[in-house]
């Protein structure tokens, strides 16, 4: 342990250790056209130029890290509900950045209801990357977002196991098909509806029902039910995720 008394003076310390920069990255998933997908920045500029990013920012002088990560959230979504934002953790290998001596705290945040359409973004360069295109090899990431990124798809496929979450990626009303989708899609397995059904609605504040319907998009037979969801709680035991891949 450090004695305290050697380091009360402020600029003891600041000679003593070197300053580093600490900075936010979120990584953003929806279902976006049918497909699992993660939101990244073309880079323009600086080390790793025409490499692919997370959404990412310094931490300005009068903010938390919660505040930078909600910032950069807004700027890449509108209509994001910050209170999904989770902190993943801090990434500190001295070489991460060339050109400093760089922190990182990484957030992951869904999006609901995206599919089909482009995100709503103030930042030109954005994208959604489908996870199965990401994890071949077609894109190149700048400093340790790889790395990142593969914790980040680890901890959304483990919390839609444990937690409601699964259901903040569809819209705000939505079908049983349509949640179940979402498992099928991130998890990359077949499910079985029926289990599927029952195992949902015997977890409290997941499906909410709706007093109407969705419209019956196959004509014939009884419209499909709608639901809500509150938010995320936990499920246990969790769903678990069973290893039938789907084909790409």
Not at 61 to 69: G, I, K, R, V, Y
Not at 159 to 174: D, R
Not at 208 to 214: C, E, Y
Not at 229 to 238: D, F, H, L, N, T
Request: charged share 20%; with cysteine.
């Amino acid at each position: 342990d450090m004695d305290s008394d050697n380091f009360s003076d402020p600029q003891s310390i600041a000679n003593e250790f070197a300053p580093a920069a600490m900075s936010v990255n979120v990584a953003i998933f929806a279902i976006c056209d049918d497909q699992f997908s993660i939101l990244l920045n073309e880079r323009d500029q600086g080390p790793f130029r025409f490499q692919w990013e997370l959404p990412s920012s310094f931490v300005l002088p009068d903010e938390s890290l919660f505040e930078a990560a909600s910032r950069v959230l807004g700027q890449h979504a509108i209509e994001a509900d910050t209170t999904l934002l989770q902190q993943l953790g801090a990434y500190a290998t001295p070489q991460r950045d060339p050109r400093m001596r760089s922190i990182t705290v990484a957030y992951t945040s869904v999006l609901s209801g995206i599919d089909n359409s482009p995100v709503d973004s103030t930042v030109a360069s954005s994208e959604f990357v489908p996870i199965t295109e990401l994890l071949s090899g077609s894109k190149n990431l700048a400093f340790d977002h790889g790395r990142i990124t593969t914790d980040s798809i680890a901890r959304i496929r483990l919390e839609i196991g444990s937690t409601t979450l699964a259901a903040k990626f569809c819209p705000p009303e939505f079908t049983i098909t349509q949640l179940r989708n979402v498992y099928e899609k991130i998890w990359e397995t077949a499910i079985e509806a029926g289990n599927f059904q029952r195992k949902t609605q015997q977890v409290p504040n997941f499906l909410i029902p709706l007093a109407k319907k969705a419209p019956n998009v196959r004509g014939a037979g009884r419209p499909p039910k709608l639901f809500t969801s509150g938010a995320p709680v936990e499920i246990y035991p969790p769903l678990k995720r069973k290893l039938t891949i789907l084909p790409h």
